[in-house]
């Protein structure tokens, strides 16, 4: 089982970052995919969910308008489009599949400075 992110770097206020998460050895189709971002000295925090059938998406309060997560089940991936981002979305943002496990991925870390 493996969810690798990538995409991650460094970006100025207002800028955008497109993060992507390439799932591989589980059923990926089946599982709620999840995007998590940890800022340093903070909990990890839940950003976006898409879910398994359907895919419809919630998003945290703090970046709905500004990020749009998707899944692409041919190829197993999902995404995260940042928009508009500020130095507050700047952490390591983690990949998560959920079903009958949970799995999580190594993390792509975004900094948003100036």
């Known amino acids: 089982v493996q969810l690798v992110e990538s995409g991650g770097g460094l970006v100025q206020p207002g800028g955008s970052l497109r993060l992507s998460c390439a799932a591989s050895?589980?059923?990926?189709?089946?599982?709620?995919m999840r995007w998590y971002r940890q800022a340093p000295g903070k909990e990890r925090e839940l950003v976006a969910a898409?879910?398994?059938?359907?895919?419809?998406?919630n998003y945290a309060d703090s970046v709905k308008g500004r990020f749009t997560m998707s899944r692409d089940n041919a190829k197993n991936m999902v995404y995260l489009q940042m928009n508009s981002l500020k130095p507050e979305d700047t952490g390591v943002y983690y990949c998560?599949?959920?079903?009958?496990?949970?799995?999580w991925g190594q993390g792509t870390q975004v900094t948003v400075s100036s």
């Open positions: 998560n599949a959920l079903w009958l496990r949970q799995f």
């Open positions: 050895g589980f059923g990926f189709s089946r599982y709620d």
């Open positions: 898409v879910t398994s059938v359907g895919g419809s998406t």
